[in-house]
């Protein structure tokens, strides 16, 4: 049951709070009691895809629309390279 509490304290700063309405604490606290538990079911969510990924060891990953900043710094690093390379 601590477990969450950790997270609130430690990675959102909650450990000291200053009066602001007991209103706008409630729902602060709610919020950020609501993050944490998306990071701690993500946590297990991201555990077992790696558990999957290390069954196929010749998986790649592709990359998608989302990722297309990666991509073109992985070209742009390709292309210096083959430059240097010349």
């Given at each position: 049951?601590e477990y969450p509490f950790r997270?609130?304290?430690?990675?959102?700063?909650?450990?000291?709070?200053?009066?602001?309405?007991?209103?706008?604490?409630?729902?602060?606290?709610?919020?950020?009691?609501?993050?944490?538990?998306?990071?701690?079911?993500?946590?297990?969510?991201?555990?077992?895809?790696?558990?999957s990924l290390d069954l196929e060891?010749?998986?790649?990953?592709?990359?998608?629309?989302?990722?297309?900043?990666?991509?073109?710094f992985e070209r742009l690093m390709?292309?210096?390279?083959?430059?240097?390379?010349?």
């Amino acid at each position: 049951m601590e477990y969450p509490f950790r997270y609130i304290n430690q990675v959102f700063g909650y450990g000291k709070v200053r009066y602001r309405g007991l209103a706008k604490n409630t729902s602060r606290l709610h919020l950020l009691a609501a993050f944490s538990n998306l990071l701690i079911g993500e946590k297990d969510i991201i555990e077992a895809q790696q558990k999957s990924l290390d069954l196929e060891p010749g998986w790649k990953p592709m990359a998608t629309v989302h990722d297309r900043a990666v991509v073109m710094f992985e070209r742009l690093m390709e292309r210096l390279m083959a430059e240097e390379r010349e």
